[in-house]
């Protein structure tokens, strides 16, 4: 699959937005599903949000669910995911993956352990 290259990331204020991106080298992005995680200090990693390869379905978890946008670029091989009315509670290192699944029965839970390629983590942190 290759590497990913995360960017984006940093500080901001609460209700604020950032924006983060994943670009791969090697194999198209498209051919494999993109999913976005996060892991805060003393929690287990967790999944956030996820678009499938084969028409482009997007997940989220429930805690980001009308706040977070994941999209894909296939011509530039790079996954986007807006962070929008952010909270402290998004704070956390945030990765990304690839060669997992996403489909109906994503769950942000154990999306953890089905994604093999990860991206180096990037930080988000969220002022109160």
């Known amino acids: 699959q290759g590497n990913l290259l995360q960017s984006g990331g940093g500080l901001v204020q609460a209700g604020g937005s950032l924006s983060l991106a994943c670009s791969a080298s090697?194999?198209?992005?498209?051919?494999?599903?993109i999913g976005w995680f996060r892991q805060a200090p003393g929690k287990e990693r967790e999944g956030v949000s996820c678009?499938?390869?084969?028409?482009?379905?997007?997940y989220y978890a429930d805690s980001v669910k009308g706040r977070f946008t994941i999209t894909r670029d296939n011509a530039k091989n790079t996954v986007y995911l807006q962070m929008n009315s952010l909270k402290p509670e998004d704070t956390a290192v945030y990765y990304c993956?690839?060669?997992?699944?996403?489909?109906?029965?994503?769950?942000?839970?154990?999306?953890?352990?089905?994604?093999?390629?990860w991206g180096q983590g990037t930080q988000v942190t969220v002022s109160s």
């Open positions: 090697g194999a198209p992005f498209y051919i494999n599903a």
């Open positions: 678009i499938s390869s084969s028409d482009g379905s997007t």
């Open positions: 993956a690839t060669d997992g699944y996403c489909g109906s029965s994503w769950s942000p839970l154990s999306a953890v352990y089905e994604y093999d390629y």
